[in-house]
């Protein structure tokens, strides 16, 4: 117990002496526990990015292989686009060849290349002063909400074409099949979600 | 020859739910998928009072109901904000557990940019808050700034499994419709910011030519070295 003690009398002390001289004396704050006692709380150290996101799902979808998501995630926007647009390009390109067809200017008048280039750099614009939707027709990318549609947003952009229905399962021949795979919605909607309106907003965890 | 069957049955059981587990770990790379500062999720909108914006960032997903997990003291989660549109943070907040207390910092300019942080606890604007375990969450306010951390269901929804056949070139016909919500049920450790705007620095046009004013905005998990 006195032993105890001891110890952390010498902790405290020699992080008040880091406070007073050491070069890490940004980073050791004294504050209060819940009964009142004064404790140190360290917060020394550097810190080593491992993951890094901004918009959903980009890396996730646009990453052909483990090396380039790996790689994309320890890599700082401002570098991400010189980096990852030829790759994120070529990416595109795959995946409408996968269904036999080529990629189509999407509906904000994008096409492949310039998509690509405003994925590549995973930052999420966020507008202050407007209402905020991923996109809701009216509203464009200023920023996420807790129900946002981003995956079929996301689909609609990439696979949409210029209507945004380029790829909905539609029955070209009329003979009651579907001809075109359904690539434009994941079937999954916000429906089941119900955050609050208040902060925190999120819902309490299931238990 | 009865306790082989009951083995064979356990071995396949957990087989499948090791695969279902696995394919909804590929959200992310390899190198951080599973771990505690896997990213799962960042959303950033107008708060219930306008002239605030809400950060959520989201680490640890598809936690079962009831889970114990917790956030890593060594994980520091770091709110990045461009406020020029040079894909370079202007402004950072910090955010790191001690002892299941949630501390912040910020917004407040960085020495320093890029892949290596460290934490200036003599900024101007700190805050704290208790870890929430559960239920009802605790929240506590600074400076105009609210603060939450701690477990929360999990608000994304996504036909994952589906995805991946899709991109795998196994699902010819593409989405189910309806599909399956493969987060339904799930739960995250959460963190949570309300920040209001004028601590958040300047705007630039958006960069896809609407003529909105925005800043950029993203979250890095870092661990300590």
Not at chain 1, 14 to 31: E, L, Y
Not at chain 1, 114 to 140: E, K, R
Not at chain 2, 28 to 33: M, S, Y
Not at chain 2, 44 to 51: H, L, P, R, V
């Amino acid at each position: 117990m006195k032993h105890t003690n001891f110890k952390i009398l010498f902790v405290l002390l020699t992080m008040i002496g880091f406070m007073s001289c050491g070069n890490d004396d940004d980073a050791v704050v004294i504050t209060t526990d819940d009964d009142g006692g004064m404790i140190a709380v360290d917060f020394t150290g550097t810190f080593a990015q491992e993951d890094q996101m901004g918009r959903p799902g980009i890396n996730t979808v646009l990453s052909p292989d483990n090396t380039t998501e790996n790689a994309f995630n320890v890599t700082i926007p401002s570098a991400q686009g010189a980096a990852f647009q030829p790759i994120f390009l070529q990416r595109a390109v795959d995946l409408h060849a996968a269904f036999g067809v080529e990629y189509e200017t999407n509906i904000l008048g994008l096409d492949a290349t310039t998509l690509t280039t405003i994925l590549a750099s995973d930052v999420l614009q966020v507008a202050p002063d407007n209402p905020t939707s991923y996109f809701d027709g009216t509203n464009i990318l200023t920023g996420r909400t807790l129900t946002d549609d981003v995956i079929d947003i996301s689909l609609i952009l990439f696979f949409g074409g210029q209507n945004g229905d380029r790829f909905n399962g539609q029955d070209l021949d009329g003979d009651g099949t579907p001809d075109l795979p359904i690539l434009v919605t994941d079937g999954v909607s916000a429906a089941g979600e119900t955050p609050s309106s208040s902060f925190p907003y999120l819902e309490n965890p299931h238990n | 020859m009865k306790k082989t069957s009951l083995l064979a049955i356990g071995v396949c059981l957990a087989l499948v739910i090791t695969g279902v587990l696995v394919a909804a770990d590929h959200l992310d790379a390899p190198d951080v998928a599973g771990t505690t500062a896997d990213i799962t999720d960042f959303y950033a909108f107008e708060g219930a009072t306008a002239d605030n914006t809400v950060f959520v960032a989201n680490v640890q997903g598809l936690l079962p109901p009831g889970s114990s997990a917790q956030f890593d003291e060594n994980v520091l989660v770091e709110i990045n904000i461009d406020t020029n549109g040079d894909l370079v943070e202007d402004l950072i907040i910090q955010a790191i557990p001690r002892d299941g207390v949630m501390y912040f910092f910020g917004p407040y300019a960085p020495t320093a940019t890029g892949l290596n942080s460290t934490i200036d606890a003599n900024t101007s604007l700190t805050g704290q808050v208790d870890i929430s375990a559960g239920g009802t969450a605790t929240t506590a306010t600074a400076n105009g700034i609210s603060y939450f951390a701690g477990l929360r269901e999990d608000p994304f929804f996504f036909d994952f499994n589906q995805f991946n056949a899709v991109i795998g070139g196994m699902a010819p016909n593409g989405f189910n419709v309806p599909g399956n919500d493969d987060f339904d049920g799930t739960n995250v450790l959460s963190i949570v910011v309300e920040v209001p705007n004028i601590l958040l620095g300047g705007t630039f046009p958006h960069p896809a030519g609407t003529g909105v004013e925005v800043f950029n905005t993203w979250v890095e998990a870092k661990r300590k070295q």
